[in-house]
C-alpha cells in the first residue's frame, strides 16, 4: 500500500498509477489544461499559482498551497503531449503555443538588459581563462576566443548565451526545490540522526502530539543550520535560497547571478556548463 502512494507521488500532476499503469486523473488532467489556457491568455505564473491555491486545488494530496514553480514545472512538461507511457492530456498544439511562449518571455527579459555582468564571466571550458568577446565579421556573429589555448566558439548571439545559462540556473533551482535534504554526502550528527528518529516515532503515535512534533522539528532544524555553518554546504545553501527565490519567469538578477555563479564554461560548440560559487558543476 505504501509502495503504491509513493509511485503515485512520483507521477507528473494529472496522472496516477493503477494496477501499475499510468493512468489520467481526470479532474487534474482538466486543471493542467486550464492552466494551459490562463498562461497563453497572459496570466502569470504567479498569478496562476495563486488562483489554484484559491481554488482549492490540490497539488498533491498534502500540498494546498501552489507556488511559480509546480506552475512552471506543469508548464514546461512535455510530457503531457502523450510521450509514453504517459496518456495525453493536452493537444500538441497547445503545447507548443506555452513552449513558445516560455521561450519568448525568458529570452525578452534579458535580451533588453545590459548582460556585462554576464560576459564577465564567460571562461575557457578547455582552461577556465576569461574569454574575450569578439564580433565576428566575416559569419556575422559574436564569437568567444581563448587567448590561454586558442579555443574559439562557434557564433554564438548573446541573447541564445543568456538563454542557455538561464534555463541551465531555472533547472538546477526546479531540482533543488525537489531535494529537502542538504546535498547527499554532508555527515548528519548523531544528534540530528537521534532526533529524526524520536521525530518518526513521535509522527507514527497513535495519537501525535502536534505540540511535540513542532519543537521536535524545530530542534532539527537548527541542529540541520549548525551543521550547515561548519562545511561547505553553508554555500551550498546560500546558493539554494538564492536560486529558490529568484523566479525563474522573472528576469535573473545581477545579485543572484553574482552570488551563485563563479564562471560560465563555454566550448567551442558553445556548450556551456556553470561553475557555483561553491565549485560544484553544472
Ligand atoms: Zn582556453
Not at 494551459?36 to 488562483?51: D, E
Not at 547527499?184 to 495519537?207: K, V
Not at 555563479?261 to 560559487?277: D, W
Amino acid at each position: 500500500m505504501k509502495q503504491q502512494t509513493e509511485k503515485n507521488r512520483k507521477q507528473p500532476f494529472g496522472y496516477g498509477v493503477q494496477e501499475g499503469l499510468i493512468c489520467c486523473l481526470p479532474a487534474e488532467a482538466e486543471t493542467v489544461q486550464e492552466i494551459y489556457r490562463l498562461y497563453i491568455k497572459g496570466i502569470s505564473i504567479v498569478q496562476i499559482a495563486k488562483a489554484m491555491t484559491v481554488r482549492g486545488v490540490l497539488y498533491r494530496q498534502d500540498v494546498p498551497d501552489w507556488n511559480k514553480n509546480m506552475v512552471a514545472r506543469i508548464l514546461d512538461d512535455s510530457r503531457y503531449t502523450g510521450q509514453p507511457p504517459y496518456p495525453a492530456i493536452l493537444e500538441q498544439n497547445l503545447f507548443d503555443q506555452v513552449y513558445g511562449l516560455r521561450q519568448k518571455n525568458r529570452s525578452l527579459q534579458l535580451t533588453n538588459q545590459n548582460i556585462r555582468w554576464i560576459r564577465a564571466k564567460v571562461s575557457c571550458a578547455q582552461c577556465g581563462t576569461r574569454l574575450i568577446r569578439k564580433t565576428d565579421k566575416r559569419h556575422r556573429g559574436t564569437i568567444w576566443c581563448c587567448p590561454q589555448c586558442a579555443m574559439t566558439t562557434r557564433p554564438v548571439p548573446d541573447d541564445e548565451l543568456v538563454q542557455l545559462i538561464t534555463s541551465k540556473l531555472a533547472a538546477a533551482a526546479d531540482a533543488l526545490e525537489h531535494s529537502r535534504l542538504p546535498e547527499p554526502g554532508s555527515p548528519i550528527t548523531l544528534q540530528e540522526l537521534c532526533l529524526r528518529r524520536e521525530f518518526d516515532r513521535a509522527l507514527y503515535a497513535p495519537q501525535p502530539d502536534v505540540e511535540q512534533l513542532l519543537a521536535l522539528s524545530q530542534k532539527i532544524t537548527a541542529e540541520a543550520y549548525q551543521r550547515s555553518q561548519c562545511s561547505s554546504i553553508w554555500l551550498t545553501a546560500q546558493i539554494r535560497n538564492r536560486l529558490l527565490a529568484w523566479q525563474p519567469d522573472m528576469p535573473l538578477k545581477q545579485e543572484v547571478f553574482e552570488a551563485v555563479v563563479s564562471k560560465i564554461l563555454l566550448t567551442a560548440e558553445a556548450g556551456i556548463q556553470i561553475q557555483l560559487t561553491n565549485q560544484q558543476i553544472l
